[in-house]
């Protein structure tokens, strides 16, 4: 008992001074629930060393080191940290501050300090991962981002980023402004041969995968419409892909997608508008989808729409059908939200959608973790309770298996070996 107070109060200094040397620690971690990535199982433990998990199974197959730190809630549900798919650290909820004035009227500077605040909100919320999927005219702020999260300098998920992000001249806003002014865009606009040369400089700036807008709101009516070529979309990812990196595919509409998913994306972004024939060539080709629900719910949202009281309008409408669609058509589903849209943190609001528009919590879980984990090539790593694997797990109240928004009560987050909440 004496050992087991001590040991917690030792919890409670690395908690304190996370970042230092703590991850040598050994923990022995036991939930009556744990969800492996795959499958949920009772009354396991899990055994935590330095940065890895060394053991996982059963309690009575595991017995206890001398040193370790002993970590045990009661009706709890431990898992892998969960993967953001699709977030925009250096963007914030439209609803404060719109688009626009976010990317013309803030400098880098202020808005990366703000994003040191979101990249926290994100990791204690039990994510220990995230793609931020462009820096939206705030440069390469990103790339500094995670550099000062891997250094210990402010706490955050491990982030994949793209950098600056890759948009078809013309095509990308801000818009609406006098011809005479030259106006900042949010991504870097780029065409033909020339893709090339960004795309290099993009990798060499430090972008972790590259993002492309295949299709944007630049049609007649301001209609979405395709952007880049097949073959442009091809060159990308030909360059993209002989670095070793992926190809990222904003893509709402069919067209798009198709050329997307024909050029080689390993996902598509959005999907608004997809059918049963992009369905059946992202199966095909493998692309993972990532519906990015609480976005199309946000911004609906934000246009007044009184979700609950007043009737889904049409777009609500097609994101669930075509959701169900992709579903039932047997395309890999992943988990990203285009968190930043919304707050940060409030992440578990894309999970509560996928569940609200037909995906079995369980099937929910598995998209935040081991599905997005393959997806982003980061399956020998994280995204799974395995020995061998980097120690990143979160604790919540209750089971998440059962109610999904039992993932708001976060109890404990530890990121390669070191503990942010408890
Ligand atoms: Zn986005």
């Known amino acids: 008992m004496l050992t087991s107070v001590k040991n917690t109060l030792i919890a409670l200094a690395c908690v304190l001074f996370f970042g230092q040397s703590f991850s040598q620690s050994t923990y022995y971690l036991t939930a009556p629930l744990v969800f492996d990535g795959e499958e949920m199982h009772r009354e396991w433990a899990v055994l935590v060393q330095g940065n890895k998990i060394i053991a996982a199974g059963p309690v009575s197959g595991i017995s206890i080191p001398e040193n370790a730190v002993r970590i045990n809630y009661p009706n709890a549900t431990l898992m ?112 033909g041969n020339d893709l090339a040369r960004v795309v290099r400089d993009q990798i060499g700036k430090g972008a972790d995968l590259i993002k492309v807008y295949a299709d944007y709101r630049w049609g007649l009516n301001e209609e979405t419409k395709p952007t880049f070529t097949l073959n442009e979309l091809k060159l990308i990812n030909e360059v993209t892909q002989s670095s070793g990196r992926v190809m990222v595919a904003h893509a709402k509409t069919s067209e798009a997608i198709r050329r997307a998913v024909l050029a080689g994306a390993a996902t598509i972004e959005h999907g608004d508008l997809l059918d049963a024939e992009t369905c059946k060539l992202m199966k095909e080709l493998g692309t993972v989808y990532i519906p990015t629900l609480a976005a199309t719910e946000s911004t609906t949202r934000y246009k007044g729409w009184k979700k609950g009281t007043e009737p889904e309008p049409e777009n609500i409408q097609v994101k669930k059908k075509n959701f169900k669609l992709a579903m039932e058509s047997g395309v890999l589903i992943g988990m990203g939200g285009d968190v930043g849209v919304f707050p940060h943190g409030q992440n578990v609001l894309e999970m509560e959608l996928m569940v609200n528009y037909g995906m079995k919590p369980l099937q929910v879980l598995k998209a935040a973790t081991s599905v997005n984990a393959k997806a982003f090539k980061l399956d020998r790593e994280i995204g799974r309770i395995q020995p061998g694997l980097k120690a990143d797990i979160a604790i919540f109240s209750g089971n998440p298996s059962v109610n999904i928004s039992d993932l708001r009560k976060v109890l404990l987050v530890m990121k390669d070996g070191v503990v942010y909440k408890q």
Not at 120 to 142: N, P
Not at 159 to 188: C, F, N
């Open 80 to 191: 892998p940290g969960l993967i953001e798919g699709h977030s925009h650290m250096l963007l914030y909820a439209y609803n404060l501050k719109d688009w626009d004035s976010q990317v013309l009227k803030e400098t880098d500077a202020y808005r990366t300090v703000r994003a040191t605040v979101h990249a926290r909100e994100t990791l204690l919320a039990g994510f220990t991962t995230a793609r931020d999927l462009g820096s939206e005219g705030a440069g390469y702020a990103d790339v500094a981002l995670k550099k000062a999260i891997d250094d210990n300098i402010v706490p955050g998920p491990r982030l994949l980023v793209a950098g600056r992000a890759i948009v078809a001249t013309g095509s990308y806003g801000p818009k609406g402004y006098d011809h005479d002014q030259q106006i900042m865009l949010g991504a870097e606009p780029a065409d």
